[in-house]
């Protein structure tokens, strides 16, 4: 079955970087875009950024645009999130997500924590 497996979250100060992973599992990796959501507590999940088969396109949120930048191996079955110059209001749980079959998947997240 589909599995999503996120990692790399913390408590890092403002400015600061974090590199987020999600290894993937369950189907053929390849063949599909990726996407990293957030949902900050009280909000709603939020796409943060999507990631084309082959890393071609990419495209980001607006809030996170020239900060943040998303990737994939193909090799490893792994999408990343590389997060810079980190802002309080990124603090969020991320999420990894892909729809296959016209199903949602999701990871069970990571906590990102920006604070002094």
């Known amino acids: 079955q589909v599995r999503l497996v996120e990692s790399g979250g913390g408590l890092v100060q403002p400015g600061g970087s974090l590199r987020l992973s999600c290894a993937a599992s369950?189907?053929?990796?390849?063949?599909?875009?990726m996407n990293w959501y957030r949902q900050a507590p009280g909000k709603g999940r939020e796409l943060v950024a999507t990631?084309?088969?082959?890393?071609?396109?990419?495209n980001y949120a607006d809030s996170v645009k020239g900060r943040f930048t998303i990737s994939r191996d193909n090799a490893k079955n792994t999408v990343y999130l590389q997060m810079n110059s980190l802002k309080p209001e990124d603090t969020a749980v991320y999420y990894c997500?892909?729809?296959?079959?016209?199903?949602?998947?999701w990871g069970q997240g990571t906590q990102v924590t920006v604070s002094s």
């Open positions: 997500n892909v729809v296959f079959y016209l199903t949602n998947y």
């Open positions: 369950g189907f053929p990796f390849n063949n599909y875009a």
């Open positions: 990631i084309t088969t082959f890393g071609r396109s990419t």
